[in-house]
Nanobody, 126 residues
Framework: VQLQASGGGLVQDGGSLRLSCAAS????????LGWFRQAPGQEREFVAS????????YYADSVKGRFTISRDSAKNTVYLQINSLKPEDTAVYYC????????????????????WGQGTQVTVSS
């Protein structure tokens, strides 16, 4: 599956963004999906994931209550709604996918995914 992330930008502290990741090339519903981020000088970290079936989600503790992951099968797209942005959220955000046989599987680390998008930059100014 090919992934194309978009929606990043420069926002002020406390602002919101919605990131999108369009998938193509394979059956979208076969894949569990996730978002990760990487700040300068830091390792890539898990942000959120959603199951094939949609209702099962999992979040990093640092983003719970502020970030929401969702998927739209009609548009072959996974979204990350980011609210109450903080300067420490500044990073390149990547979407990821993994073909999953279990409908409720949610990845929790980079090794759980094998397809990656190119990343979209989110910068939060204080």
């Amino acid at each position: 599956v090919q992934l194309q992330a978009s929606g990043g930008g420069l926002v002020q502290d406390g602002g919101s963004l919605r990131l999108s990741c369009a998938a193509s090339g394979n059956t979208f519903s076969d894949y569990a999906l996730g978002w990760f981020r990487q700040a300068p000088g830091q390792e890539r970290e898990f942000v959120a994931s959603v199951s094939r079936s949609g209702p099962v989600t999992y979040y990093a503790d640092s983003v719970k209550g502020r970030f929401t992951i969702s998927r739209d099968s009609a548009k072959n797209t996974v979204y990350l709604q980011i609210n109450s942005l903080k300067p420490e959220d500044t990073a390149v955000y990547y979407c990821a996918a993994r073909r999953a046989y279990n409908l409720d599987f949610v990845g929790r680390q980079a090794a759980d995914f094998d397809s990656w998008g190119q990343g979209t930059q989110v910068t939060v100014s204080s």
